[in-house]
Structures are given as structure tokens and as C-alpha cells.
């Protein structure tokens, strides 16, 4: 018995060696401070700098050289931006005094419906809301694209004397018609943005009903007889939101384009950490903007619109 226990005793021994020898604490004296290995460090904060240069100076480059090669003043740089996308004929577009504004009248509405249509999903508390609209609702933004659709085709066989078409075309139908299919990209792209962005997007439709569509157009209707009032301090302001509407759809979209690309979507928690997709976006769109510009003045050598 007395062999038994003091072989076990060596054994317990032997086990405890092994265990302090793989200690980081082996060999120290007592009260002898211990240094453990340090963990590896996370990426610098130079590292993360540079990234971000990396993508904020083609971008201010890129839109420095745009400023300084469009029109000046600010409808010159609006008139410059619905360069780009439209195309401003003087007989079918509205008038800030003598000038045209930036975009014609269809796609003047086209695209303060689409602002208006984020402004108000935004103000209504649907920040983060991705679900698109129900089908009945789906269905009358479809009427929207239709009328659209129609009235664009009439409006265009109108070119033609000899062509068939429905009716005369005007202005007025042409903002109306902009206006509807704005308010549906509005509604389309705002719930697509959020599905491609936020962690925590809400499964929540950004057009609930149909009284809350009601409201939209209510809204909309005062936009089109804001446009209709030809007051120039009403009509200022609203050309350059039109302008600014159409670089705002274009970079929300190249910004989901970035991050699919990227493979980052759904991992923003707040604005900042979109900072950069943001800015790519931003850069895609005024390259978009910038070589259109640059293509269609080297062909007319003007930045009017085209003449009938």
C-alpha cells in the first residue's frame, strides 16, 4: 500500500511539471511580474486612412474638374446635371424668365417625384423600411409607368405631322405623367436602398395603404401646381431640387451597385459606416454625368437643349 501511494504521488508530480512547464508563468520568481504574449493588433488606423483617400480623392478630383469645366452659377451647374439626362428642349420645358429650367417638364416632375417620394417616406418615419408596396399598390404605381409610357410615345409621334396620335400633347400632361412615374421610382428605389445598406432594415412597406398613397398624391399635386404657378421664387428653388434629384437616384443606385460589388451589403449600422459606398456612388455618378456632358457638348458644341 505504502508503494501504491508513492508511485502516485510521483505520477501527480510528473503531471504538474508538464503543466507549469507549458505556463507562460514557468520560471518566474514570486511577485515577478508575468508578460503574456500580446494579441495580434487590429488594422492601423493609417491603413484605414489610406482607404479612405484612396477613394475621397478620385472623388473630389473627379468632381473638382466637372465644377470647373461646366457652366457657372448654380442653374448653370443644374443645367449642366440635366445635361447629362435629358433632353431640354426649349418648347417642351418650363421657364425661369427667359431661361428653361435644367430638365423638361416630364422629367422635371420625374424627378421632384422621386424626391418628393423620399422626403415623405423619410418624414413618415420609414427610415429603415424595405418591404416594397403590396400588389394593389404595385398596381397603380404600374398605372403610373403606363400613363407615362403612352403620354411620352403621343408626345413623341407628335415629331412627326403625319404620324398618328392620340391628342396634343402639352407641358402640363408631360409634368403630370413625370410626376406619377417619379413618385414610383421614389417608391421602388427608397425600400431597395434599404434592403441593400442596413443590418437592421425593417420588414415594414414603405407605402402601407391606400389612404397613405392618397396622401402622397396630395402632396404631389401641390408639387405640379408649384411648377404650374411660373413664380421664379417658387420655380428657383425646385429646378435646382430637380437637379439634385437626379444625382441623388443616380448615386443610391450605383451605391447598391457598389456594395453588392463589394460584398458589404447589409452591415451598416448608421450613416458613417456608408461613408465610403456613399462617396463611390457619389464618384459613379458624376462619371456618369461628367462623360455624357462631355460627349454631347463635343457633338453640338453648345449646352443648350435641342432645337425642333
Not at 413625370?178 to 425600400?191: D, E, K, Q, R, S
Request: proline letters at 7%; one cysteine or more.
Amino acid at each position: 500500500m505504502p508503494l501504491r501511494l508513492e508511485a502516485s504521488l510521483r505520477q501527480s508530480q510528473s503531471r504538474g511539471s508538464r503543466a507549469v512547464a507549458g505556463c507562460p508563468a514557468s520560471g518566474l520568481r514570486y511577485n515577478e511580474p508575468m508578460h503574456l504574449p500580446l494579441a495580434a493588433e487590429p488594422p492601423s488606423r493609417l491603413a484605414h486612412g489610406m482607404r479612405r483617400v484612396a477613394v475621397l480623392f478620385p472623388a473630389v478630383l473627379l468632381i473638382g474638374l466637372w465644377l470647373y469645366g461646366t457652366p457657372g452659377g448654380m442653374l448653370g451647374k443644374a443645367d449642366a446635371i440635366g445635361y447629362a439626362v435629358c433632353h431640354r428642349i426649349d418648347l417642351r420645358s418650363f421657364h425661369l424668365g427667359a431661361r428653361p429650367l435644367p430638365l423638361c417638364s416630364r422629367c422635371t416632375g420625374m424627378y421632384l417625384g422621386a424626391v418628393l417620394a423620399f422626403a415623405y417616406f423619410a418624414l413618415r418615419g420609414r427610415g429603415r423600411a424595405g418591404a416594397f408596396p403590396s400588389w394593389p399598390l404595385l398596381v397603380v404605381l404600374g398605372v403610373f409607368g403606363l400613363a407615362f409610357a403612352v403620354d411620352g410615345l403621343n408626345s413623341y409621334l407628335h415629331f412627326f405631322p403625319e404620324a398618328p396620335h392620340l391628342y396634343p400633347p402639352s407641358n402640363t400632361l408631360r409634368l403630370i405623367t413625370g410626376t406619377g412615374i417619379g413618385l414610383a421610382l421614389g417608391t421602388l428605389v427608397y425600400p431597395g436602398f434599404n434592403q441593400s445598406a442596413w443590418r437592421d432594415w425593417r420588414l415594414e412597406p414603405v407605402l402601407r395603404s391606400f389612404p397613405d398613397l392618397a396622401a402622397l398624391l396630395a402632396l404631389a399635386a401641390v408639387l405640379v401646381l408649384a411648377v404650374l404657378s411660373d413664380n421664379p421664387l417658387i420655380l428657383y428653388p425646385l429646378a435646382l431640387i430637380s437637379s439634385l434629384g437626379v444625382l441623388l437616384l443616380l448615386t443610391l443606385i450605383y451605391t447598391m451597385l457598389v456594395l453588392m460589388a463589394l460584398r458589404r451589403e447589409n452591415r451598416a449600422t448608421s450613416w458613417r459606416d456608408l461613408a465610403l459606398p456613399l462617396t463611390g456612388g457619389l464618384t459613379l455618378a458624376v462619371s456618369q454625368i461628367a462623360l455624357i456632358d462631355l460627349g454631347r457638348f463635343l457633338l453640338t458644341g453648345t449646352w443648350s437643349g435641342f432645337s425642333l
